[in-house]
């Protein structure tokens, strides 16, 4: 069975399609388009569609093609899931990070507890426990909003390049003791996160996701799986739940 998956985030727009568990194609966009989901549908003979929305609902109506709008489901707290819930305000929980939650739990071998983080546009930090119950977690500045936000809120900082990285915690110019001051700092958070969770949950394992994952798995001092799908992966499961 081959599902299309669809992300809209704060940034972009992602396509994915998910074959029998295999994500077997991405692609990421500004803006979805009609014609990109037709080709996608058929090239991999799509069934069904989910869409987790976090920027601004798209019109679905236009943009799903005809022959799958019976089988597409977006994604809310309403949702069949293979998780619990446990949150205050259920309706005002990005679903990403419950559907990223998911994915991971796909992929742990175990039932221990998973710290889920997804670090895109902002860095979400999230706790699923041993018993398939989402806690909720933290939500913090992504890479790029740190650097935009120094750039914006002070008068002589340089907007700095976030695709370089630092080389000394010790900046030598102004440039690097951003890099340093921005980069390093969410990697401490990351870790610290982990390890007062650790604390109180010895088995935690932490699953990275997002487009700065891999920046951070080579930084991380603590054991991590980095996979850039779990979101996808864990949308195709919630969907085969909710057709």
């Not at 987790?52 to 005809?66: C, E, R």
């Not at 305000?89 to 990403?96: F, I, K, Q, R, S």
């Not at 630092?166 to 890099?179: E, F, K, M, P, V």
Request: proline share 4%; net charge negative.
């Amino acid at each position: 069975m081959n599902n299309l998956i669809l992300d809209i985030g704060n940034t972009r727009s992602k396509i994915a399609v998910v074959s029998d568990g295999e994500v077997v194609y991405t692609q990421a966009c500004q803006r979805l388009k009609p014609d990109e989901l037709i080709s996608a549908c058929g090239r991999f003979s799509v069934s069904a569609a989910i869409a987790s929305v976090v920027g601004s609902m798209p019109d679905f109506d236009k943009l799903i093609p005809s022959e799958i709008k019976n089988n597409f489901h977006l994604l809310s707290y309403r949702s069949r899931l293979p998780i619990t819930i446990d949150y205050d305000t259920p309706e005002t929980l990005g679903m990403d990070r419950v559907a990223a939650a998911v994915g991971a739990r796909v992929l742990s071998s175990s039932k221990d507890p998973l710290l889920v983080v997804d670090a895109g546009s902002c860095i979400t930090i999230d706790l699923l426990d041993q018993n398939d119950v989402y806690r909720g977690g933290a939500i913090a500045p992504g890479l790029r909003m740190r650097f935009r936000a120094l750039h914006e809120f002070t008068a002589a900082l340089p907007l700095v390049d976030s695709d370089e990285q630092y080389t000394s915690l010790a900046g030598r110019n102004t440039n690097d003791s951003i890099l340093s001051g921005v980069q390093e700092a969410a990697v401490l958070e990351i870790q610290g996160f982990a390890e007062r969770y650790r604390a109180a949950m010895p088995a935690l394992k932490l699953f990275l996701t997002g487009g700065d994952a891999d920046f951070f798995a080579k930084r991380l001092f603590f054991p991590k799986f980095a996979n850039s799908n779990l979101l996808y992966i864990g949308l195709d499961k919630i969907l085969r739940m909710n057709i």
